[in-house]
């Protein structure tokens, strides 16, 4: 007679053990300083219209090729502190406050500045090559934001384990559908959202958080293997590819 052993007979797999996992993250200080100086601007110019008629603001910080080709350089940056209408400046820093103050607490804070006004260069610099028109707004460095978001979680989706996916998804989503309506609208700057894209995925990729563990089962912690060298390795990869886009610019007139 063959004889079945309960359920109790049956070997138990472990339970399962709470494991201490530490990680320093900084709070985003450096994004709500942004916020606060774009919209200080953005005063500015409103009040540049409003009581002189003149805004000087827009016409010093404005992207214009032909001043550019003339030296003033600054303006393949200044442009991420200025905006057109009031739900210009809302949607890009509400973007701004969404992915800023989580990229802020994993990048720090002088690696995620470098990071906004690189891929605020990056994305003037697109512009200027490809675009004869005007432009301004931060969208050039939120779009950096957006790819950096993406970048940096494919890079460690072993340490994230299933919420990669399915914010690598909401990241490309978010990404198609801007630039499908940037490029069926007029008066949008895509290629200034394209440079943004690149200018944050290529920072990204050579200089964002590389997260490993370290220490011994149950307390382990998270640790940047980039932690000192990124923010330089970053800025080199993003500067070698644009600086010569930028010289071309001169070379090829839009």
Known sequence: ????????QYPQPPRPQPVQMGLNLVKPYATYTLLALTVFVYLLQMAGQYLLKLDLVTALGLKVNVFIRQGELWRLITP?????????IAFNMYALFLYGRELETRFGHGRFLLLYFLS???GNVLSFLLTPGNSLGASTAVFGLLAAEGMFVFQNRQV?????NRVLMNVLYI???NLFIGFTTTGVDNFGHLGGLLGGLLFTWFGG???KLEGFYPSLRLVDARDGHGAFAGTVAVLLFFIPLTLLGWLWPR
Do not use: C, D, K
């Not at 007679?1 to 109790?8: A, D, L, R, V, W």
């Not at 991420?80 to 210009?88: A, T």
């Open 160 to 164: 994230l384990g299933a919420r990669a």
């Open 175 to 177: 990404a198609g559908i």
């Open 209 to 211: 958080p590389r997260w």
């Open 80 to 88: 991420v502190f200025l905006h057109g209408s009031i739900l210009h």
């Open 120 to 122: 605020a260069y990056t």
């Open 1 to 8: 007679m063959n004889e079945y052993p309960t359920p109790q």
